[in-house]
């Protein structure tokens, strides 16, 4: 009874992975509206978040105004809601190098020379007629191993972006997060940037290199139909998950 529904069900999913590949190729992928994108942080913010309304308070005679931003205040960001520069250098390399020689080798010869002059009837009573008591069991074995392993990575990125400050901790340090997304023609390219910095590493311009980041979380990927045919089809990745060998 399997079998038969084995037949359609494989023609439907056939069917539905030929219209999922046709539609990454086809459809142009689309710009997350701002604020509304995937969650950055956990627990995920539920909108862009804002500083608290401050009153407008104005004095008599005054040229300024409570929560105006001025020359003589600090502009770094230090609330919910400011902005601050990400610089993203990343050049890291690692390379690792081993290998495993191993050999063994055993031989074994036993026998029969005297057993109380009896080495011709006991020859003789084995099967296959005579028998070279004094060589009755000779073997040997040989064994060897080798292995080797290389790694050899490479990575860089050289970035600038721009963050939000989503929450300040209660001892005094930003939770931050931002995202930049650029489509050149059929391919949309996305960074993201995450993590927990301290007010006092926010430089004077108002940057902070990614180095200064704690639990930092940094993906610079993209969607399209570049990254689509890039990547092994359907039927090739349930190939590789069902097959044994």
Request: include cysteine; glycine fraction near 10%.
């Amino acid at each position: 009874m399997a079998h038969r529904y084995a037949a359609p069900l494989l023609a439907l999913a056939a069917l539905g992975g030929c219209a999922s590949v046709k539609d990454s190729l086809r459809v142009t992928p689309q710009l997350s509206p701002v604020g509304m994108g995937p969650p950055l942080t956990t627990p995920a913010p539920t909108g862009l978040p804002m500083p608290p309304v401050q009153e407008q308070r104005y004095a008599a005679n005054s040229l300024w105004r409570a929560g105006a931003r001025t020359f003589f205040n600090d502009q770094r960001a230090a609330r919910a809601g400011d902005l601050l520069t990400v610089k993203i250098q990343i050049d890291d390399s690692a390379q690792v190098s081993n290998s495993t020689d191993r050999s063994r080798t055993s031989s074994t010869s036993s026998g029969v020379t005297n057993f109380l002059g009896l080495e011709g009837t006991i020859s003789r009573a084995l099967p296959g007629g005579a028998v070279d008591t004094a060589n009755l069991i000779n073997g040997e074995g040989d064994t060897s191993m080798a292995g080797a392993g290389a790694v050899n990575r490479q990575e860089r990125i050289e970035l600038t972006m721009a963050a939000m400050v989503t929450q300040v901790l209660p001892n005094g340090n930003l939770a931050i997060a931002g995202r930049q997304e650029v489509r050149v023609n059929n391919e949309l390219r996305e960074l993201t940037v995450a993590g927990i910095i301290r007010p006092e590493d926010i430089a004077s311009d108002n940057t902070i290199r990614n180095s200064q980041i704690a639990e930092a979380r940094i993906s610079y990927g993209g969607r399209g139909v570049i990254s689509t045919v890039q990547k092994p089809a359907w039927g090739q990745r349930i190939s590789d998950a069902i097959s044994p060998f």
